[in-house]
Structure formats: C-alpha cells, structure tokens
Nanobody, 118 residues
Framework: QVQLEESGGGLVQPGGSLRLSCAASGIIFSIYAMGWYRQAPGKQRELVAAITSGGKTNYADSVKGRFTISRDNAKNTVYLQMNSLKPEDTAVYYC????????????WGQGTQVTVSS
C-alpha cells in the first residue's frame, strides 16, 4: 500500500520561499519518476515539476526558474524548493508519480496548502 505524505506548506508573502517535502512508503521509491502537482480552487490539478529516477528534472513554464525539485532516495523523499513565490502559486500541493511516464499511484496524500498573500 503506497502512502504519500506532503508537508512544508504555509502562508508566505509574495517573493518569499517555502520548501515542501513528500515522504513515500510502501514502494521502491528510487525506481519511480516523481512529480509535484498543485490544485487551486476551481482549477484542475496540474503537474508543476518532475524528476526522473536518474535525477533529470523538468518544470511547467509557470514555475521555471523559481521552483527546484529534488529527491533523496535514501529517505524516500522528494522535495520542492519554491522561491519568488507569487499569489498565483496559491494551491494545495501534492506529490505522485510523473503521470507522463508512470501510472499514478492510486491514492494521493492529503496535500499541503501553500498560500501566497500579503
């Protein structure tokens, strides 16, 4: 049974930074391409950053240059460093596999709320 647990969200002013973490259990984490997704109110969930099992990264245009995804396979954890945050980054953030490469895990975590506001 896969379990994903996101953490690290919060309220931050525009221009601020946050670091999100997603701890995975019940899987051989290192073999999966992982992704960070976000869902804003009234919008569909979107993939914003992804990292392959080998560490290659890619980003949505909306976050490129501001967000950095990384992983620590020894800790079964994927991270999202978010800098220069904007109000439009406000959303609930989730992790799962990169749906373009892997089948999504059937269960999502509870997500972590990021609110960017002055």
């Amino acid at each position: 049974q896969v379990q994903l647990e996101e953490s690290g969200g919060g309220l931050v002013q525009p221009g601020g930074s946050l670091r999100l973490s997603c701890a995975a259990s019940g899987i051989i984490f290192s073999i999966y391409a992982m992704g960070w997704y976000r869902q804003a109110p009234g919008k569909q969930r979107e993939l914003v950053a992804a990292i392959t099992s080998g560490g290659k990264t890619n980003y949505a245009d909306s976050v490129k240059g501001r967000f950095t995804i990384s992983r620590d396979n020894a800790k079964n954890t994927v991270y999202l460093q978010m800098n220069s945050l904007k109000p439009e980054d406000t959303a609930v953030y989730y992790c799962n596999t990169d749906h373009r490469i892997e089948r999504l895990f059937g269960s999502w975590g509870q997500g972590t709320q990021v609110t960017v506001s002055s």
